[in-house]
């Protein structure tokens, strides 16, 4: 019987040399494989303007365009420029909207809490979670 | 110690059977220690639903350390296949991801052990499994499934949580061929 067979250094002392470069080598094609997914960005088509859960607006990023609209608040400035959207002005107290910035890409989200107000580009939203592996 | 052993006894000869009567009971143990490790950790609840920590390959790990590469493929069909029926997931997808993922991983796992096993110890082993086998399912999907290039935003979480996987079933299974001694015989 082998002693310390519970004790985790005693394990680390069982890798060979090639098994730590495996690991080190997965770990950084792990880690740029990150890098080059956040690249690949789906830009969107179009967005959704909902305000107080009602869909009111619906938007093609293409057309350069301003717009206004009355939240629960007061007034929340929607800004279409190069394929991009952001809120250029709002209401509300903390404008969290405004300093979210401009948005292009499908899934992302820019949210107004106080005034009600949710933009959205839309997208075929990606459905692996359906997916079950075993 | 003597009846603790397990002894090789895979043969090559026709004449003679592909194993000895008490290594088949083994594998048959081994297979039903997969299946239960199998079925058991589908409960555990998990993050996303395709992370599993995949500690079935324990069984096929003590396999194939134990008894060869044939033995380790026998027990992983066996076990995949009675684990789909356990799990009434027999022929869905699911089980198409699970068996290809399961194979190519035992294949990889018996070639590097066949040829490098001077290079990589069961730990390393392990961790090219489970690499394998997430990385042949995530193909698969993206091939007949899903058929989207984006599924592979998954694969830097893949690795990453297959190493750890990788490192935790060759744990296990390194205690285990430990305590049968199986490892002074075979190397």
């Not at chain 1, 404008?95 to 075929?124: F, M």
């Not at chain 2, 499934?145 to 979480?157: A, G, N, R, S, T």
Request: with cysteine; proline share 3%; charged share 15%.
């Amino acid at each position: 019987m082998r002693s310390n067979q519970n004790n985790f250094k005693s394990v680390i002392k069982l890798l060979t040399t090639g098994d730590k470069l495996l690991v080190a080598m997965l770990i950084i094609l792990g880690i740029t494989s990150i890098f080059a997914i956040n690249k690949k960005r789906l830009p969107g088509e179009t967005c959704s303007v909902e305000v107080s859960g009602e869909k009111t607006h619906h938007l093609k990023l293409s057309e350069n365009q301003n717009l206004c609209v009355e939240g629960s608040m007061g007034k929340t400035s929607i800004q279409i420029k190069d394929n991009k959207v952001c809120v250029t002005h709002s209401d509300c107290p903390e404008k969290i909207c405004v300093r979210t910035g401009w948005i292009s890409n499908v899934g992302q989200i820019i949210v107004c809490v106080p005034n009600k107000v949710v933009i959205k580009i839309d997208g075929e939203k990606q459905d692996f979670f359906n997916v079950i592996t075993q | 110690m003597e009846k603790n052993k397990i002894f090789l006894t895979l043969s090559h000869n026709k004449e003679t059977p592909l194993f000895s009567n008490s290594t088949f009971t083994r594998l048959s143990l081994l297979v039903g220690l997969g299946l239960i490790l199998f079925v058991v950790e589908t409960f555990i609840p998990r993050p996303l639903p395709w992370l599993k920590p995949g500690l079935a390959h324990v069984a096929t790990l003590v396999a194939l350390y134990g008894y060869g590469s044939r033995a380790a493929l026998i027990v992983v069909v066996a076990r995949i296949m009675l684990g789909a029926i356990v799990l009434g997931t027999l022929f869905n997808p699911a089980f198409i991801l699970s068996f290809s993922g399961g194979i190519t991983a035992t294949l990889f796992m018996a070639f590097f052990k066949q040829y490098f096993s001077k290079v990589f110890s069961i730990f390393g082993i392990s961790i090219i499994g489970a690499v394998i086998h997430t990385l042949t399912q995530l193909f698969l999907v993206a091939l007949l499934i899903v058929q989207k290039i984006e599924i592979f935003y998954l694969m830097p979480v893949m690795i990453l949580s297959s190493i750890f996987t990788g490192f935790v079933v060759a744990f296990v299974s390194y205690l285990i061929i430990s305590k049968i001694e199986i490892i002074s015989l075979n190397s």
